[in-house]
């Protein structure tokens, strides 16, 4: 209880009051990337991160079209002069998500940030081709796959020399989009033997939690992969954008809610931010230094949910880990290798 009401009095108070800066750096002769960045805050990230002129600045999409329209508004709202490409990129795919990952390993130089914000939400229950549900596919199986297999990349640039005489020896950054909706996650299926197929069974699952819980797994993620040999030198952090004005919640049909549900999502988008405002928080993330699979929020690093913290919860962590590993062997056994070191 004393939780969760320092949660919703830091929640509304960031909402409602929290000024959030413009980080600011020398991004010149830099590599950057951003999944699902053709609308929203991984636009409004893409934005910011144009404005400071990186080197080169990919915009990873499922749907190509939408993608050259963002990368149309980047062009006329900041005058990038860099390279400013459009790749695909099909988070409910993992054939997509391997040949992304292998075209950037293939083709980029270095690769100097990545945020992986791509993600859904949705309380539907869906399948995707590859038979995982489609929010735990998307945001966590997907997700963490992607950012293991671009490991390899982000550890090469920690040892190439500064893109320029006068630049600052900067570290790469794998940053994760979560959500403070980790704090209010009930998780039940972690009691089942075994998580993945229990939140892969819709008999088993509760759907009405899924975004909340996908995100404790992208947090699992990310404290895993910070300790991971191969992630030295490299920045790994998870960071909350904020409540902001999204298409992320595309697919919610609000006839299927109470009066006083509806009712508190539309108090959430009285208070909720523009895409532009969250995205500092990502740039934040993205681009400053920050402890190892830390979780940032309002432009701070912040202690995630306190079970997440204990034995019982980093068991729990290691053991979602182990299974999601055994998952993405299967579709790339090159993430053997990579774990390994």
């Known amino acids: 209880m004393g939780q969760t009401l320092s949660f919703t009095l830091k929640f509304f108070g960031d909402q409602l009051f929290a000024k959030l800066p413009e980080t600011h750096a020398d991004l010149t002769g830099r590599t950057f990337l951003v999944t699902g960045s053709n609308t929203g805050i991984g636009l409004g990230l893409a934005i910011h991160l144009a404005r400071l002129q990186p080197a080169q600045l990919i915009l990873a999409v499922r749907d190509l079209k939408k993608g ?198 539309w108090m959430m988008g009285k208070i909720s931010w523009t895409p532009s405002k969250g995205a500092l928080n990502l740039l934040y993330a993205l681009l400053l230094p920050t402890p190892p699979g830390c979780y940032i929020t309002a432009c701070a690093v912040t202690p995630p949910p306190s079970w997440t913290r204990t034995k019982k919860g980093l068991d729990l962590q290691t053991k979602v880990w182990s299974e999601m590993v055994k998952v993405w062997e299967e579709i790339a056994p090159e993430v053997s290798g990579i774990l390994a070191g």
């Open 68 to 265: 050259e329209a963002a990368k149309e508004s980047i062009l006329r709202e900041t005058g990038f002069k860099g390279s400013l490409e459009v790749w695909e990129l099909d988070m409910a795919d993992f054939a997509s998500v391997k040949r992304f990952a292998e075209r950037a390993n293939r083709t980029l130089k270095r690769l100097d940030g990545a945020n992986l914000n791509a993600g859904m939400s949705s309380y539907r229950w869906g399948m995707t081709p590859d038979g995982w549900e489609s929010i735990l596919q998307i945001n966590a199986l997907s997700t963490g796959l992607l950012a293991v297999l671009l490991l390899p990349l982000l550890q090469a640039t920690t040892r190439l020399p500064p893109p320029h005489p006068d630049a600052s020896k900067t570290p790469p950054h794998l940053t994760i989009t979560g959500s403070a909706g980790i704090f209010l996650a009930k998780f039940a299926e972690r009691s089942g033997t075994q998580i993945l197929k229990t939140l892969n069974d819709e008999s088993k699952s509760d759907i009405m939690d899924r975004y909340f819980t996908s995100k404790i797994l992208s947090l699992f993620i990310t404290r895993e992969i910070a300790n991971l040999s191969q992630a030295e030198g490299v920045v790994v952090n998870i960071v909350d954008p904020g409540l902001c004005s999204s298409e992320i919640g595309r697919d919610l049909e609000f006839s299927a809610f109470s009066k006083s549900t509806c009712f508190a999502f």
